[in-house]
């Protein structure tokens, strides 16, 4: 009895791609350290591909110049606004956790309100309650700052790996291009997925935390609550927590200042917040947002609690994109290994057919 011999160029293909495998996994391992890094160099080349090879091209401007440019420009329009958010808000978040007293007495004023009122004196407002419900909310909010050392590192990296990115570009998606292993038609599938959910996660949600948080810090104003400008920020990065959003930081401002004895003001932060607050995310995920990239709900949703746990603050733009890459590899699949276009019925194709042959004979 004979048996199949296993074709020595299929084995050596395996084994190479096991090696690939094997040493990816070892370098990812070991550099994982930098990962936020080159994932915010892929991020601003994206953003800057098209301007930086308009420049170049067109205009002849220097490629290593131009890189340059865009990444003083990434400074001044990206990383000081962070550093001065961050610079504002963390001795006023100090300072409101410091006076430990005043927390307290809110959270009493709110509990004895809540103790003598139908439905709301049976939700558990206890200490134990309280301790659990910050840890389930805190798990999705990223450590943004972890340590001002490995920040640092890592926007280093960010910007040395753009450079050479930027500067030697058309080789590098050369290389890439020939090395996907798919159609001409595949290979823009990917790319035209990985493109509009870069942009569209990497532009959109600053734009809509920052309205969000603007509008709430008026409202914020308007409504005589302390603190207006931080808790105005605040609701604005709160509006990357999945589901809730900005609800985490509005309604338990609503609720303080009722249980306050503040009803009038109160009542109306709440619909003002649920209406304006509420509604810029709508109207901008038809608006400006469509325009940048038309996302479901649902991959933006469950892509960030994806992210949030991978890859910390960069995984708002790469969780979707990670969720994403399901359907667009199953499209791919459908491409490279389906049976091609769908089979049309006999009596349909004969219709077709007819129509054809009348355009043909019109057109003679």
């Known amino acids: 009895m004979k048996y199949k011999q296993i074709n020595n160029n299929s084995i050596n293909q395996i084994m190479l ?20 890094g080159f994932l915010g160099a892929i991020t601003l080349y994206i ?10 091209e067109h205009y002849r401007w220097k490629k290593s110049l131009t890189s340059v440019l865009f990444i003083l420009l990434s400074i001044i329009f990206i990383i000081l606004p962070i550093w001065a958010l961050v610079d504002y808000m963390v001795p006023q978040v100090n300072h409101f956790f410091s006076n430990q007293q005043q927390i307290i007495d809110k959270f009493n004023t709110l509990k004895v309100y809540m103790s003598d009122k139908p439905f709301l004196k049976d939700i558990d407002m206890s200490d134990t309650a309280l301790l659990n419900f ?11 700052l972890n340590s001002v050392a490995e920040v640092a590192v890592n926007i280093i990296v960010t ?3 753009l450079y050479f990115m930027q500067v030697h570009a058309k080789h590098m998606e050369s290389v890439l291009y020939r090395a996907i292993p798919f159609s001409p038609e595949s290979k823009r599938d990917i790319w035209n997925e990985v493109n509009v959910m870069v942009r569209s996660n990497a532009i959109g949600i600053p734009i809509l935390g920052f309205c969000q948080g603007v509008v709430a810090m008026i409202g ?4 005589g609550i302390d603190n207006f400008v931080l ?7 709160s509006s990357i927590v999945p589901i809730l959003g900005t609800m985490t930081i509005y309604i338990p401002i609503s609720a303080i200042t009722l249980a306050s004895g503040e009803t009038a003001n109160a009542i109306g932060l709440f619909i003002y917040c649920f209406i304006l607050v509420g509604g810029i995310d709508n109207v901008l995920r038809f608006t400006i947002l469509k325009t940048i990239g038309d996302v479901p709900p649902m991959i933006t ?12 603050m960069l995984g708002l733009i790469f969780g979707p994109l990670i969720l994403s890459s399901i359907g667009v590899l199953i499209k791919v699949y459908s491409h490279e290994y389906g049976k091609g276009a769908p089979h049309k019925p006999p009596l349909l194709q004969e219709h077709n057919d007819r129509l054809n042959d009348e355009s043909e004979n019109n057109t003679v």
Do not use: A, D, E
């Open 220 to 223: 914020y104003w308007i409504f």
């Open 134 to 144: 910050l840890q389930r909310l805190t798990r999705y909010v990223p450590n943004i």
């Open 159 to 161: 910007f040395f790996v």
């Open 301 to 312: 949703v469950f892509g960030v609690l994806l992210g949030l746990n991978l890859f910390g």
């Open 47 to 56: 953003l800057f591909r098209r301007p930086y090879f308009r420049l170049t």
């Open 231 to 237: 808790l105005g920020l605040l609701t604005g990065i």
């Open 17 to 36: 791609i096991i090696i690939i495998i094997l040493i990816s996994i070892l370098v990812f391992k070991n550099l994982s350290y930098y990962l936020p």
